[in-house]
């Protein structure tokens, strides 16, 4: 395959004008055995517009985006592509057609280099095979395109979940696209990093690029959509033009009502310390001699819940993954009602009450080969084995409270793990950890990919949590999360403590002690 078939043609798609339909879904159905994803779906793809689609997880979205990408085939109804009905067989099929995905979940092999991850399956030819060095100059373009110099012999396995997501974009951008699809493309990234992406997004528009853009971060899509689809329940609740559109008519459309996050509980005295960091560096993996966590001080209180929020490499999460075992102290102490646990192991500190729901699910927080129930169960194994004995009774106990409580919507225990969607997914991880009955929770970046009626009944189990004397703290770099149910925020800047406020804070106070731009 050569170079100029490819790689993405930078001149302006030639054809019809800006604003004409190109792809249009009618009356597309899918069923899964009894579970209807999708209920007679119409939905257009305008030429050179961002068409947002919104709505719950499980309300279809990514079922309507795979059907239309190849990934898979509707149940019924038909797509038609520039007036013509067809039926992808594959995502093969459907990039012939100039149609792309970049899905939620990375689906990268961590264990190759960047280059050979986004020429993956349509290598480039030269005359002695494989041409490996244009590759790698097309690498380093569109890495330049991205503002991410990574090198393009760097392993993806290396690379931070946020550099990842760029180079999941970056592939799907090296395809020749008429129509790109992306599903929470800036769920791991950096506030610059989504500007880059937005600015790439502009420029594709003026080529004549359609793009279908998918987000739980609301007030993010609004920046850049044309016109916007909700989805609920499998089936299409409105459509309006970004003219008419606002948060409130977001919401009110997805979920039936407008509410917010909730507000942090009250009623109870809190207790007495519950987790400490005493002086507390980490040192960076790829440059040991520097802190990514720098001497850091803080106490959090038995029926707290403080939040912690910071740009990318703030150091937010090697705090948190420290506190939980992940990765070792450089320096300092941490303590645990009292007791230094800086010498524990993971199993230990889980067992003396302290556990993290990491911000990667797929890597660090499912076993995808196994089914919902045996996930859920899985931290709490110990409570109902004894010996080589596992109480199938007592584990199908916390199996199905686990589910009731964190509201996961599947079809029962023995589900796949990847029949749920990310945001039921992410609800799994959390329940896993709560079923283990801790008394310190840590969550990082526990919203990502999950809609704002799950993020409502998140903060809402770390409230009811809170208020039984739990203590809780979660990470966030979306500054409305710390404006719900904290009573406390501490702003990470660079390593260390650059502020903290109570629950009475203003958005804009919380970004300038970050450091971010108040007016970006």
């Not at 109804?77 to 792309?100: K, N, P």
């Not at 380093?140 to 110099?149: I, Q, S």
């Not at 948190?320 to 800086?342: K, N, T, Y």
């Not at 404006?483 to 990470?492: F, P, T, Y």
Request: hydrophobic residues 40%; contains cysteine; glycine residues 10%.
């Amino acid at each position: 395959m050569s170079s100029a078939n490819s790689v993405m043609d930078r001149s302006t798609i030639s054809g019809s004008k800006t604003g004409d339909v190109v792809l249009s879904a009618r009356n597309v159905a899918k069923s899964f055995g009894s579970v209807h994803a999708l209920k007679s779906v119409n939905f257009d793809i305008r030429r050179g517009q961002v068409t947002t689609l919104f709505g719950e997880n499980g309300a279809g979205k990514s079922t309507l985006m795979k059907i239309l990408s190849g990934v898979m085939q509707p149940s019924a109804g038909e797509i038609v592509l520039d007036g013509e009905s067809v039926r992808f067989s594959s995502t093969v099929d459907a990039q012939r057609h100039g149609i792309s995905i970049i899905h939620q979940e990375l689906s990268l092999a961590p264990n190759m280099n960047v280059r050979d991850n986004i020429f993956m399956g349509r290598e480039l030819g030269g005359p002695g095979g494989v041409d490996y060095a244009g590759e790698a100059r097309e690498t380093e373009r569109l890495m330049a395109e991205l503002d991410e110099p990574i090198d393009p012999m760097t392993l993806v396995e290396d690379l931070r979940l946020g550099q990842q997501q760029i180079v999941e974009i970056a592939r799907a951008l090296s395809v020749n696209s008429r129509i790109l699809i992306m599903d929470e493309p800036t769920s791991a990234l950096s506030a610059s990093e989504v500007e880059v992406l937005f600015r790439v997004i502009e420029d594709l528009k003026s080529r004549g690029v359609s793009i279908v853009y998918i987000s739980h971060h609301l007030e993010e899509a609004l920046t850049i959509t044309d016109h916007a689809v909700v989805l609920r329940d499998g089936a299409m609740t409105a459509w309006a033009e970004r003219r008419e559109i606002d948060l409130e008519w977001i919401v009110r459309h997805m979920v039936g009502e407008n509410f917010d996050l909730g507000s942090p509980p009250t009623g109870y005295e809190m207790g007495e310390v519950a987790l400490s960091f005493d002086n507390i560096s980490v040192a960076d993996v790829a440059v040991p001699e520097r802190s990514v966590v720098d001497r850091l001080s803080l106490a959090v209180r038995a029926g707290e819940i403080v939040c912690i929020y910071g740009l990318m490499g703030a150091g937010r999460t090697e705090l948190l993954e420290c506190a939980a075992g992940r990765v070792p102290a450089s320096d300092g102490r941490i303590m645990l009602e009292g007791e230094d646990i800086s010498g524990l192991s993971i199993a230990e500190r889980i067992e003396r009450g302290l556990v993290l729901v990491p911000e990667d699910r797929q890597r660090d927080g499912l076993v995808q080969t196994m089914a919902v129930g045996e996930n859920l169960s899985l931290a709490s194994i110990g409570a109902f084995t004894r010996g080589f004995l596992t109480s199938r009774a007592r584990e199908q106990n916390v199996i199905e409270d686990s589910i009731r409580n964190v509201h996961i919507k599947t079809d029962g225990g023995a589900a796949g793990i990847g029949s749920l969607s990310g945001g039921n997914q992410q609800k799994v991880v959390i329940g896993k950890m709560l079923a283990t009955r801790p008394r310190v929770v840590i969550l990082d970046e526990p919203s990502r990919g999950i809609d704002i009626g799950a993020k409502a009944e998140v903060f809402r189990l770390l409230a009811e949590g809170a208020s039984k004397g739990l203590a809780v703290i979660y990470s966030t770099s979306e500054v409305g999360e710390c404006l719900s149910v904290a009573h406390r925020i501490v702003v990470m800047s660079r390593g260390r403590i650059s502020a903290e406020f109570g629950a009475d804070v203003s958005r804009e106070e919380i970004m300038a002690a970050s450091g971010e731009s108040v007016a970006g």
